[in-house]
Nanobody, 127 residues
Framework: QAQLEESGGGLVQAGDSLRLSCTAS????????MGWFRQAPGKERNFVAG????????AYADSVKGRFTISRDNAKNTVYLQMNSLKAEDTAVYYC????????????????????WGQGTQVTVSS
């Protein structure tokens, strides 16, 4: 069973940084767009950032633009989410996901367009 696994979450203070990683076992991430979503308690899961299969195109939610950076290293079969200037409202479970389309023409922002998901990693930002 192909799996995605997130790591790098934790408890930090407002203003700190964290880098999340997403690795895959049993499948390659190369050729597929990747996304990060997050879900806070009692709220729906929302798009945070996405990167195209080539790495040449990225997309961000307005709430994280300028603070978060998504990147990928296909040689390591890993996608990253660098999170700077963290705020209390960034507290959530963060999920990585793989686009269902091979070499999709754009970065999807809707979770239904992603086929594979990780189990999530908790990020807690104290104010």
């Amino acid at each position: 069973q192909a799996q995605l696994e997130e790591s790098g979450g934790g408890l930090v203070q407002a203003g700190d940084s964290l880098r999340l990683s997403c690795t895959a076992s049993g499948r390659t991430l190369s050729g597929y767009g990747m996304g990060w979503f997050r879900q806070a308690p009692g709220k729906e899961r929302n798009f945070v950032a996405g990167i195209s299969w080539s790495g040449g195109d990225t997309a961000y939610a307005d709430s994280v633009k300028g603070r978060f950076t998504i990147s990928r290293d296909n040689a390591k079969n890993t996608v990253y989410l660098q999170m700077n200037s963290l705020k209390a409202e960034d507290t959530a479970v963060y999920y990585c996901a793989q686009d269902s389309r091979f070499r999709g023409p754009y970065v999807p922002r809707i979770d239904q367009q992603y086929a594979y998901w990780g189990q999530g990693t908790q990020v807690t930002v104290s104010s």
